[in-house]
C-alpha cells in the first residue's frame, strides 16, 4: 500500500484541506458556512471529511452531504433548494435550520436533523454552489478532476448501484454548470488528479 505521500489524491486532498483551513480562519467567524461543489467523482466527499477534521475553530463543526437529501436519482436542483431553504437561508439569520435525509431504499424523506447556527457548517454536493447558495457562504469551494478519473472513482465507490444512473445524474450536473456557473462562484478552485 503506497503512504500517502506517494498518493498523487491523498496529497492533493491534504494541501486542498490546508488551504481551506486558512480560508476559514481568514473569514473570522465563529459559525462560517463552507459549500464544495463539484461532478460526481471529483473528490468533494474525502475533501470534506478532511476539512472537518481539520476544523480550526472551536466547536465542532456541522457535515451536510447532499447525497443524504437528494430527493432520488432526479433530485440534484430539488436536493439544493431543500438545503437552501432549510440549512443555509435560517443559518445566515441565527435561526435553527432542518433537513430531512433521504431513505434511497423506500425512496422518501426520514428522519430529520437539526443545524445550530451557532456552529460552522459544511455543505458537500453537486450541484451547491449557485448564485443564491453563494450569497450565504463564506468560503466557497469547486473541486475538479477529468472526466474518466471522475466516472472511476465513483463507480469504483458506488459500484452497480450507481452505474445503472451514471448518465442521468451527469446530465443534472452539467445544466448545472451551464446554469448556475459554479466555479465563477468559488472562492477556491480545486484540482484533483
Given at each position: 500500500m503506497p503512504s500517502r505521500s506517494d498518493d498523487p489524491v491523498a496529497a492533493a486532498l491534504e494541501r486542498a484541506a490546508t488551504l481551506i483551513e486558512q480560508d476559514i480562519r481568514a473569514v473570522s467567524a465563529a459559525n462560517p458556512v463552507v459549500l464544495i461543489d463539484g461532478r460526481s467523482g471529483a473528490g468533494k466527499s474525502s475533501l470534506a471529511t478532511r476539512v472537518a477534521?481539520?476544523?480550526?475553530?472551536?466547536?465542532?463543526v456541522q457535515v451536510i452531504a447532499l447525497d443524504s437529501l437528494?430527493?432520488?436519482?432526479?433530485?440534484?436542483?430539488?436536493?439544493?433548494?431543500?438545503?437552501l431553504d432549510g440549512v443555509l437561508r435560517p443559518h445566515g439569520r441565527g435561526y435553527l435550520g432542518t433537513w430531512n435525509r433521504w431513505d434511497w431504499e423506500r425512496g422518501a424523506e426520514a428522519e430529520s436533523h437539526a443545524v445550530d447556527p451557532a456552529l460552522g457548517v459544511i455543505i458537500e454536493g453537486s450541484g451547491v454552489l449557485t448564485?443564491?447558495?453563494?450569497?450565504?457562504?463564506d468560503v466557497r469551494?469547486?473541486?475538479?478532476?477529468?472526466?474518466p478519473v471522475r466516472k472511476a472513482r465513483a463507480l469504483a465507490r458506488d459500484g452497480e448501484t450507481y452505474?445503472?444512473?451514471?448518465?442521468?445524474?451527469?446530465?443534472q450536473e452539467l445544466r448545472h454548470v451551464k446554469r448556475d456557473a459554479p466555479r465563477a462562484h468559488a472562492t477556491r478552485i480545486i484540482e484533483i488528479p
Open positions: 477534521q481539520q476544523w480550526p475553530l472551536a466547536g465542532r437528494y430527493p432520488g436519482w432526479d433530485g440534484l436542483d430539488a436536493g439544493v433548494a431543500h438545503v448564485p443564491a447558495t453563494a450569497a450565504l457562504a469551494v469547486w473541486v475538479d478532476a477529468a472526466d452505474r445503472p444512473h451514471w448518465d442521468r445524474w451527469a446530465a
